[in-house]
C-alpha cells in the first residue's frame, strides 16, 4: 500500500520515510509545524496503510477541513465530534460534513 501513495503522490516521500524510520515522531511536533501536505500523508497512511484510526495524527488531521472530513467518511466511518469544531470553520466542508451525517 505504501507503493500506492508513492506512487499518486511522489512529492511525499519524504514524510514516509519519517513515519516508517521514527515511531513516535509526532511526539515532538506541534500543530504549526505541521503542513497541508503532512495532514495529507497521516489521512493516506492511516486509510491505505493502517486501514484504521491512526490515534497519534488525529490531533494534526482534524485542524484541516478537509482530511478530517475525509477521515470521517474514510477511516472513523462517522460522525468525529471531535473535529467539528475545525470543519465548521469552513463552510464547504461542513456542509458537505452535515449532509453526510444528518
Known sequence: MLNKIINEYPELIQYLDVIQTQPGFLDYYDENYINDDMCRI?????????????????????????????????????????????????????????RMFT
Open 42 to 98: 497521516f489521512y493516506m497512511y492511516a486509510r491505505d496503510v493502517i486501514h484504521g484510526r491512526w490515534l497519534e495524527a488525529e490531533p494534526f488531521i482534524m485542524k484541516d477541513t478537509c482530511y478530517a472530513y475525509y477521515y470521517a467518511i474514510d477511516i472513523i466511518k462517522g460522525k468525529w465530534p471531535e473535529a467539528e469544531p475545525y470543519i465548521r470553520e469552513d463552510e464547504f466542508w461542513y456542509g458537505s460534513y452535515k
